[in-house]
């Protein structure tokens, strides 16, 4: 047995989970060691995107489990290259690099793209252009391209040659750039800011201003991608191609994968021996992935998708009216972000508490914003409750 105090003692104190401990979780469900049962807003940082164990996943992990778990890249892994197809015929990419996660799949793109316009333009174009408050993850790279002192302080030196610029401002951007840009790397809707939207415009400046350039649009979909916006990934809706995209999360509904995805164009310059990763494109992770993306990118799933974006979204304003707490709803798909009014004596701490008491896991976002991410295949009736769920724990408060 072990128990939340043990958490302490034992594990690196970076984190302050919650105090009860979830025992078993099925679709939109999650039940804690005194059977208390949770509607879940929060499938683990948007990542279980299909809800917990799904049969045609438990499925696809089973029948893999019983061939081969393992296979170094020095042989060919017949899983991760029948997802690399998919992934191929489904998106953009004609290339696809297999990572364990969405910040190892952001320093792909990172040494991607670098590799490539310093092969085919000057040894000086290194440069990055990232923007304010973007999360890209936790290594040193993906540190240094937020650039806030709160990611950065005392880890340094950072990585260099990364310039910083203000998200959704177009004003001042173009000085940004020179022949020394390499890349832009982009959040097209940014979540741990508080799901807010990249403008059409902004994107459309920056597409053009690389093309100026030479530089390359690095797109990162760790969190917006599989579904979550409600097209397989957001750079759809913005009729752009990016030259590399970052995925994660969603793609194994759990189990740890990310892809960097990109062009033969872009891809030509890493060859054998440049990159790699121990289980990056893992044989169980992959054959799960695959059957998440055969699921996902149906046109009737995010169909559906949309359809309850405008259910949940309708719900939420309504209980706004009634509680008075947050000053913007914002949402992509099933993914939304409610701003507390800074006027609001509710801090996002107590109302994940309450949330939790009335059974309801919702999550957190920078900026004081709830950020909610339930399962896509949700039904309307836990929309409905788990909303009514919320409006209780928020009126317990205020
Ligand atoms: C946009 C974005 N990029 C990268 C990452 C890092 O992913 P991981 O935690 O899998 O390394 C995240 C994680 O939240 C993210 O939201």
Request: aromatic content about 8%; charged content about 20%; some cysteine.
């Amino acid at each position: 047995m072990v128990t939340r105090s043990d958490f302490n003692k034992y594990i690196l104190p970076v984190y302050n989970p919650a105090g009860f401990i979830p025992k078993k979780a099925k679709g939109s469900y999650l039940w804690d060691q005194n059977g208390k049962k949770f509607i879940d807003f929060a499938t683990g940082i948007a990542v279980s995107n299909l809800g917990h164990c799904h049969p045609r996943l438990i499925k696809a992990l089973n029948d893999q489990s019983k061939s081969i778990w393992h296979l170094s890249n020095v042989l060919v892994n017949q899983p991760a290259l029948k997802l690399a197809k998919l992934l191929c015929q489904k998106t953009f990419a004609e290339k696809v690099f297999f990572t364990n996660s969405g910040a190892e799949a952001v320093e792909a793109a990172i040494k991607t793209a670098r590799k490539y316009s310093t092969s085919n333009f000057s040894k000086s174009k290194n440069e990055i252009i990232a923007f304010n408050d973007a999360f890209h993850g936790r290594t040193m790279m993906a540190i240094a391209l937020n650039g806030s002192k709160r990611m950065t302080d005392g880890f340094g030196p950072m990585p260099k040659s990364i310039k910083h610029h203000e998200f959704n401002k177009i004003d001042g951007l173009g000085s940004k750039f020179s022949n020394k840009t390499s890349a832009v790397i982009l959040e097209l809707v940014q979540g741990e800011a508080g799901i807010i939207p990249a403008k059409k415009k902004f994107v459309s400046e920056i597409v053009k201003l690389c093309k100026k350039n030479n530089a390359l649009l690095i797109i990162d979909e760790v969190q917006s991608g599989v579904g979550r916006t409600g097209s397989l990934f957001a750079y759809e809706q913005y009729g752009i191609k990016p030259d590399i995209l970052c995925s994660a999360k969603g793609m194994g509904n759990g189990i740890p994968i990310g892809a960097m995805l990109t062009t033969d164009k872009v891809a030509q310059n890493m060859i054998v021996g440049m990159h790699g990763s121990t289980y990056g494109g893992n044989p169980l992770a992959c054959a799960v992935s695959k059957e998440v993306f055969e699921i996902i990118s149906k046109k009737s799933f995010l169909k559906d998708v949309l359809k309850k974006e405008k259910l949940f979204l309708s719900l939420l304003n309504e209980m706004n009216k009634k509680v008075a707490v947050f000053s913007e709803i914002r949402s992509s798909g099933l993914w939304f972000g409610l701003k507390i009014d800074d006027t609001s004596k509710l801090t996002l701490a107590n109302l994940m508490q309450a949330s939790y008491k009335e059974g309801l896991m919702i999550l957190k976002a920078n900026n004081n914003t709830v950020r909610l991410a339930p399962s896509l295949n949700i039904s309307k009736n836990d929309i409905e409750r788990g909303v009514k769920k919320l409006e209780k724990a928020i009126l317990s408060l205020v």
